[in-house]
């Protein structure tokens, strides 16, 4: 099952404003991770925030977390055509050396100029 | 380094038809995954390996057998494709970091099944 669900599906915004993705999961998490995928590749990490953490930043991204509502969001600020691209986060059970991730559905950004 | 790498980048079998989907990593990582992603949905965990020597079962493993053939290949088999095995197969890996484990992924495998 899809433990992660994102909201918008699509999205579609102008260069230079700000994009919003959000989503939601279900069960305890160690951490919530965001992917890009550029249509016809594979997935690319972007950040990760840990279950303890409320906010990160990375460049232009940044990522919020609250465990009490079981809730991620991702913002791009200004973004650029570049940033076209679907985005997944992903729940993160850590199980010894190895990461059991379950993803969203995803979320699909247009950036037009 | 080439990162993770998948073999074949496309592949048409038909139903009842067998093959392996190939995958290697060269960034000395102890786990790595296999996952399918279907059209309008995030991707799925097939099987995964934590270590060298070690598989077990994700999400949506039957119809699938996976090897561990050494630290950095981890290979897919089909061994009856089936219509509904029709997807895009991604390979990924992670090392440890302390408690932060993110995944780097290959560039994937489309298979279609008729």
């Known amino acids: 099952s899809q433990q992660g669900e994102e909201d918008p599906q699509a999205l579609s915004i102008q260069e230079g404003e700000n994009a919003t993705m959000n989503c939601s999961y279900k069960?305890?998490?160690?951490?919530l991770q965001w992917y890009r995928q550029n249509s016809g590749r594979g997935l690319v990490h972007l950040i990760l925030?840990?279950?303890?953490?409320r906010e990160k930043h990375s460049g232009r991204l940044r990522v919020t977390l609250d465990t009490s509502k079981k809730s991620s969001s991702l913002l791009i600020t200004a973004s650029r055509a570049a940033d076209t691209a679907s985005y997944f986060c992903a729940t993160a059970r850590n199980t010894g050396t190895a990461s059991k991730l379950t993803f969203g559905t995803g979320t699909r950004l247009q950036v037009t100029l | 380094n080439a990162g993770v790498t998948q073999t074949p980048k496309f592949q048409v079998l038909k139903t009842g038809q067998s093959m392996t989907l190939q995958c290697a990593q060269d960034m000395n990582h102890n786990s790595m995954y296999w996952y399918r992603q279907d059209p309008g949905m995030g991707l799925r965990l097939i099987y995964y390996?934590?270590?060298?020597?070690?598989?077990d079962k994700g999400e949506v493993p039957n119809g699938y057998n996976v090897s561990r053939l050494n630290k950095r290949e981890f290979s897919l088999r089909l061994e009856s494709a089936a219509p509904s095995q029709t997807s895009v197969y991604f390979c990924?890996?992670?090392?440890?970091?302390?408690?932060?484990?993110?995944?780097?992924f290959g560039p994937g495998t489309r298979l279609t099944v008729t």
């Open positions: 069960t305890s998490i160690n951490n």
């Open positions: 390996s934590a270590s060298e020597g070690t598989t």
């Open positions: 925030i840990r279950s303890n953490e």
């Open positions: 990924a890996s992670s090392a440890r970091t302390g408690i932060s484990y993110e995944q780097y």
